[in-house]
């Protein structure tokens, strides 16, 4: 089984900033391609970012800026650092990554179950 798990979510006000962060555990052979979405209330999921297993970063336009992806391979994990934190950006942020279970797999890929942010304003 390949579990992502998000963390640092919570309430926090506007203007703050607040990093994400998303290990991956289980059975992994390799971790290619990660990115971090997110769901605001009403909405679909949208895209954010994603970063290479060689830390290449890429953004959606809209949040480039405010948004910072990075990733340490040694801890399987990704984080997603936001500032100027401001009430639209409340929504449900999601880390995937494209996995490979095994040597044998071509990768799959995994969702994590999300952390809630909610900005005051």
């Known amino acids: 089984q390949v579990q992502l798990m998000e963390s640092g979510g919570g309430l926090v006000q506007a203007g703050g900033s607040l990093t994400l962060s998303c290990e991956a555990s289980g059975t992994i052979f390799a971790i290619r391609d990660m990115g971090w979405s997110r769901q605001a209330p009403g909405k679909q999921r949208e895209p954010i970012a994603s970063i290479t297993g060689g830390g290449d970063a890429s953004y959606v336009p809209t949040f480039r800026g405010r948004f910072t992806i990075s990733r340490d391979n040694a801890k399987r994990s990704i984080y997603l650092q936001i500032n100027r934190l401001k009430p639209e950006d409340t929504a449900v942020y999601y880390c995937?990554?494209?996995?490979?279970?095994?040597?044998?797999?071509?990768?799959?890929?995994?969702w994590g179950q999300g952390t809630q942010v909610t900005v005051n304003s």
């Open positions: 995937s990554g494209n996995i490979r279970r095994t040597s044998d797999d071509s990768p799959s890929h995994y």
